[in-house]
């Protein structure tokens, strides 16, 4: 099989593709030949040697990828043989790996039909983003006189964060850059804002009076300012990994985060892929690369031009 891989620590160019050996499932595995596999802001972090506490760096060499969709091709002891031939999408696990491939090793147990209608890239946003959505969405509990605003709301998850608060009945303000507008407004954001246009605050000001959740993935200056715009009793979700103090206790900052999100992280993958079927959260792949091209995917999501979920693609017409 075909694989990216990586000796050493380094920059999006460790990345290479290499031919290794086709794995062969063992008991309570199945086989995955993947059509899809989801590129993560951790992946770049772990290929650029960055380790985390919840996250010790791995030995080298390694496939990187822990989100995969596909069909599976084999089972191991121990695993029904009807997975044979099904379209299956699973998250690998923390820590996992192999999923920019050809062929991935998954335990049975973390496997899910891809619902109807759902094609390889919609569920491997879904059963990765996606459920970090979902536990985002049930941290902030969002209601219907809630005004919302999230950051980074042309990526990935901030397309599900839009929907979500839509969903709940709440209005909702986007903040992207540049051409990614567009995007925002394309998911039904009441209100859309460059964060990088001079004026932006009173803009927000202006259009949106009172705010009361803030959603943030970005960390920084912007989300700071933003925090000092909420009302009195409003809430911040915080999921940039920023632990810095913010003042004003009658704002709280909820960092969701880890330990916050372990416990449900099954339910929140099956919330995700239910709300992708049936059209209240929908993934938006907007960064499609073949998987030969898996640099590239990583340097578009580190200097922020991809836009929505990052997916890598196994082509498998043999061509």
Same mark, same amino acid.
């Given at each position: 099989?075909?694989?990216?891989?990586?000796?050493?620590? &380094?920059?999006?160019?460790?990345?290479?593709?290499?031919?290794?050996?086709?794995?062969?499932?063992?008991?309570?595995?199945?086989?995955? #030949?993947?059509? !899809? !596999?989801?590129?993560?802001?951790?992946?770049?972090?772990?290929?650029?040697?960055? #380790?985390?506490?919840?996250?010790?760096?791995?030995?080298?060499?390694?496939?990187?990828?822990?989100?995969?969709?596909?069909?599976?091709?084999?089972?191991?002891?121990?695993?029904?043989?009807? %997975?044979?031939?099904?379209?299956?999408?699973?998250?690998?696990?923390?820590?996992?790996?192999?999923?920019? #491939?050809?062929?991935?090793? /998954?335990?049975?147990?973390?496997?899910? #039909?891809?619902?109807?209608?759902?094609?390889?890239?919609?569920?491997?946003?879904?059963?990765?983003? *996606?459920?970090?959505?979902?536990?985002?969405?049930?941290?902030?509990?969002?209601?219907?006189?809630?005004?919302?605003? /999230?950051?980074?709301?042309?990526?990935?998850?901030?397309?599900?964060?839009?929907?979500?608060?839509?969903?709940?009945?709440?209005?909702?303000?986007?903040?992207?850059?540049?051409?990614?507008?567009? /995007?925002?407004?394309?998911?039904?954001?009441? =209100?859309?804002?460059?964060?990088?246009?001079?004026? %932006?605050?009173?803009?927000?000001?202006?259009?949106?009076?009172?705010?009361?959740?803030?959603?943030? &993935?970005?960390?920084?200056?912007?989300?700071? =300012?933003?925090?000092?715009?909420?009302?009195? *009793?409003?809430?911040?979700?915080?999921?940039?990994?920023?632990?810095?103090?913010?003042?004003?206790?009658?704002?709280?900052?909820?960092?969701?985060?880890?330990?916050?999100?372990?416990?449900?992280?099954?339910?929140?993958?099956?919330?995700?892929?239910?709300?992708? !079927?049936?059209?209240?959260?929908?993934?938006?792949? *907007?960064?499609?690369?073949?998987? !030969?091209?898996?640099?590239?995917?990583?340097?578009?999501?580190?200097?922020? =031009?991809?836009?929505?979920?990052?997916?890598?693609?196994?082509?498998? =017409?043999?061509?």
């Amino acid at each position: 099989m075909h694989a990216i891989r990586h000796h050493a620590f &380094g920059p999006a160019d460790v990345l290479r593709l290499e031919q290794l050996p086709d794995p062969d499932p063992g008991p309570g595995q199945v086989r995955v #030949a993947v059509e !899809a !596999a989801g590129v993560h802001l951790l992946d770049t972090s772990i290929r650029a040697g960055l #380790a985390f506490p919840s996250t010790p760096l791995p030995e080298l060499p390694m496939v990187p990828g822990r989100e995969v969709a596909g069909v599976v091709d084999g089972v191991g002891a121990g695993v029904d043989d009807d %997975w044979l031939g099904r379209r299956v999408v699973a998250h690998l696990g923390p820590g996992a790996r192999g999923g920019y #491939a050809e062929l991935t090793l /998954v335990d049975a147990g973390r496997v899910y #039909a891809i619902p109807d209608g759902l094609d390889a890239p919609t569920a491997v946003a879904a059963i990765g983003t *996606g459920r970090t959505a979902a536990g985002i969405l049930h941290h902030a509990a969002i209601g219907a006189d809630d005004v919302v605003v /999230v950051t980074s709301a042309a990526g990935g998850l901030g397309v599900l964060l839009i929907q979500g608060a839509r969903h709940a009945g709440a209005r909702t303000v986007g903040l992207a850059g540049g051409t990614k507008l567009d /995007v925002v407004r394309g998911f039904g954001a009441d =209100t859309v804002l460059d964060y990088r246009a001079p004026g %932006w605050v009173e803009a927000l000001r202006a259009a949106e009076p009172r705010l009361t959740v803030l959603l943030d &993935g970005v960390g920084g200056e912007v989300p700071r =300012t933003l925090h000092g715009l909420l009302e009195p *009793g409003g809430r911040m979700v915080r999921f940039s990994g920023d632990t810095e103090g913010y003042d004003g206790p009658d704002r709280p900052v909820v960092d969701i985060l880890g330990p916050a999100l372990l416990p449900r992280l099954a339910e929140f993958e099956q919330q995700a892929l239910a709300a992708a !079927a049936d059209g209240s959260r929908v993934p938006h792949v *907007g960064s499609r690369f073949p998987l !030969a091209d898996a640099a590239a995917a990583h340097r578009a999501l580190e200097s922020r =031009t991809s836009v929505g979920k990052v997916v890598l693609l196994v082509d498998r =017409t043999g061509g």
